[in-house]
C-alpha cells in the first residue's frame, strides 16, 4: 500500500496525488491500530515502521508537484478555448454583467444561447489573459499555503476561498478547475499524520523502557525526537499531549465503552474559532483538529 501511495502520488495529475496521500493515510492508520493493539514494538519491529513511515514522508509527491500537472493541464485547455492569440483581442461583454444568469445545472442560457456552462459562455465574460491570471493567482495561492509554516496557512486557504467566488456563475472555469481550495486541507491534514506518526513511535519506545508508562509530558522524550518534531503542523504550536486515555474522540463525543484506547493522548490543536467543528464521516476540517490516537472502536453488531 506505501510503494502504491507513492506512485499514485507522482502519476502526474492532481487526482493521484490525492488519491496517493489518501492511500498514504490508510496505511497510517493500520500502523496505529497495529501498535494499539499488539505494541509497544520492541527493536525488532519498531524500526520497520519506522522507516516505513519516513518512506511514506519522503516518497509522496508534493502538492507543488499535483498543482503544477493541474496548471499546466488547465492551461491547455485556455489555449484551445480561448482563441484570441492571448492578446485580448476580440469582443466582450462585462464580466459583471455575467452574474445575471442563475445557476441552475445549466439549463439556463446566456445572450447568446449558450449554457452559463459551456465554453461559449465563458470566452464572451472572460478574455484570455483575464482567465490566465486567474489561473496563475489561483494555483500560486496553492502552492503558498502548503509552504507556509504555522497556523498562517489557513489565512492562505480563505484567500483561496474568496478567490473562487470571483466565479459567478462557475461556468467553464469550474470545468476545468479540478483543483479544489480543500486540497490544502487535505495536505495539511496528511502532513499532521505523519508527524504524529513519528511522534507516537517515540512516545511508544519510552513507554518500551518504563513498564509501558507514557511521559508525564512530551518534553521526558529527550533528544529521542528534533525539536521540529514537537511542533503541530496544523496549529504551528506545540502538540496538544496528555498521560492517559483520551475521554473524547475526533468529533468530541465521548469514546464509545467497549472501544480499545491508547493509553495517553496526543492530537492537534484547533485553530481558533473550530474547536468542535471539525465535521464527521468522510470529511473532516483539519482546522478543527485532529486525534492521533485515535481508539479502535467496539463492534457495531449485535450480540447473539
Known sequence: MCRHSATLSWHGSLIG????????????????DCMLLHGPFGDDIAPRIAVTTDALAHQIAPLSFGVACERAQSMDVVQRTHTDGGAGRGRFIPAEFERVFPIDGGTSVGPFG????????????????????????????IERASEIEGHAWSHEYDSLLAKMDEINPPGFLIGVLAASPRVVLFERAWRARVEGMR?????????????GAPPPSLADLGDTVAPEQLIDPISGGPWIYRPTPAELDEDGEPIAAGGIVWPYELRSAPLPGFEGRGGSGRWRDPRAGILITRPIPPPTFDDP
Open 17 to 32: 496525488w490525492l488519491v496517493g496521500i489518501h492511500m498514504g493515510r490508510l496505511a497510517v492508520d493500520e500502523m496505529l
Open 114 to 141: 449558450e449554457s452559463v456552462f459551456s465554453n461559449v459562455h465563458w470566452r464572451l465574460f472572460w478574455r484570455r489573459v483575464d482567465t490566465e491570471q486567474w489561473f496563475e493567482e489561483y494555483y500560486g495561492g
Open 199 to 211: 511522534l507516537v513511535l517515540a512516545i511508544e519506545s519510552c513507554r518500551l523502557g518504563h513498564d
